[in-house]
């Protein structure tokens, strides 16, 4: 997740949110951010995919052709002709399913198509990276290290997307397909905002974290980021404000579990 700090309470861009903060005088000081992106946390290693991977769109759509009858020669010919075979016939890549005799969206049958054994990410335990949460409260068969904090973590998802060629990137490199769908819809979609508040958010401690919906959408500077400094107004409805206890330690946020 990306955030834009937009200042301390006296002059941040979650106004309305700061002025009924300090006529509380609950807190000495409250950072707002506006999310940017939210996205999948990647973190690729050379040892992850000893199959080579799965690929990336191409390939996947080569190898689902293939499956269905079609030489490689011929597979390449229909995907550089937009998904169309030399009679004209247009391949439906989603409705390629099969179920009673009938075409099925493989998305929401996918047991309608044979198994296309795509590589996971292989290895456990110290040395094999995600990033990722202990979920469990001791190490799995599954564990993962977490490269910044090296605490065991579980992270199954990792392990079905890490050798996907979209997924295979670094931060800051943010996963294509994900960037480009939030990118679309950020101009139209209310803005999603965190605040922070603490005694003194430069030191160690107790703080409360909110999140809510805005009634406005995010606003963006010349370069088309999120501009910082901006004011937002908070949506009413409560069932898009939520408040957690969280505690910072060394630079780093930790939000106790709750209902979002």
Same mark, same amino acid.
């Given at each position: 997740?990306?955030?834009?700090?937009?200042?301390?309470?006296?002059?941040?861009?979650?106004?309305?949110?700061?002025?009924?903060?300090?006529?509380?005088?609950?807190?000495?000081?409250?950072?707002?951010?506006?999310?940017?992106?939210?996205?999948?946390?990647?973190?690729p290693t050379k040892d992850d995919c000893p199959l080579?991977?799965?690929?990336?769109?191409?390939?996947?759509?080569?190898?689902?052709?293939?499956?269905?009858?079609?030489?490689?020669?011929?597979?390449?010919?229909?995907?550089?002709?937009?998904?169309?075979?030399?009679?004209?016939?247009?391949?439906?890549?989603?409705?390629?399913? $099969?179920?009673?005799?009938?075409?099925?969206?493989? #998305?929401?049958?996918?047991?309608?198509? @044979? *198994? !296309?054994?795509?590589?996971? %990410?292989?290895?456990?335990?110290?040395?094999?990276?995600?990033?990722?949460?202990?979920?469990?409260?001791?190490?799995?068969?599954?564990?993962?290290?977490?490269?910044?904090?090296?605490?065991?973590?579980?992270?199954?998802?990792?392990?079905?997307?890490?050798?996907?060629?979209?997924?295979?990137?670094?931060?800051?490199?943010?996963?294509?397909?994900?960037?480009?769908?939030?990118?679309?819809a950020e101009d139209a979609m209310p803005a999603w905002?965190?605040?922070?508040?603490?005694?003194?958010?430069?030191?160690?401690?107790?703080?409360?974290?909110?999140?809510?919906?805005?009634?406005?959408?995010?606003? $963006?500077?010349?370069?088309?980021?999120?501009?910082? #400094?901006?004011?937002?107004?908070?949506? @009413? *409805? !409560?069932?898009?404000?939520? %408040?957690?206890?969280?505690?910072?330690?060394?630079?780093?946020?930790?939000?106790?579990?709750?209902?979002?």
């Amino acid at each position: 997740m990306h955030g834009y700090w937009v200042g301390r309470c006296a002059r941040a861009g979650l106004s309305a949110l700061c002025a009924l903060l300090l006529a509380s005088g609950a807190f000495a000081e409250t950072r707002g951010y506006a999310i940017s992106l939210i996205h999948t946390a990647t973190y690729p290693t050379k040892d992850d995919c000893p199959l080579g991977g799965n690929g990336g769109n191409t390939q996947i759509k080569e190898r689902i052709l293939m499956r269905s009858g079609y030489t490689q020669a011929q597979a390449a010919a229909v995907i550089a002709n937009e998904g169309k075979d030399e009679q004209g016939h247009q391949f439906n890549f989603e409705q390629r399913g $099969r179920m009673n005799g009938e075409a099925v969206g493989v #998305g929401d049958f996918p047991t309608s198509v @044979p *198994d !296309p054994h795509v590589e996971t %990410v292989t290895g456990a335990g110290p040395g094999h990276y995600a990033y990722g949460f202990d979920l469990t409260g001791h190490p799995t068969a599954y564990s993962f290290e977490d490269p910044d904090t090296h605490a065991l973590v579980e992270n199954q998802m990792w392990r079905a997307l890490g050798c996907f060629a979209v997924y295979q990137v670094k931060n800051p490199v943010i996963p294509y397909n994900e960037a480009i769908a939030w990118d679309t819809a950020e101009d139209a979609m209310p803005a999603w905002l965190l605040s922070i508040s603490g005694e003194d958010l430069s030191r160690d401690g107790d703080v409360t974290v909110t999140f809510d919906r805005s009634l406005d959408i995010a606003i $963006r500077n010349t370069h088309g980021r999120l501009l910082s #400094g901006s004011s937002y107004v908070i949506d @009413p *409805d !409560p069932r898009s404000h939520s %408040v957690f206890r969280g505690h910072i330690k060394d630079q780093m946020l930790t939000i106790e579990p709750g209902d979002f």
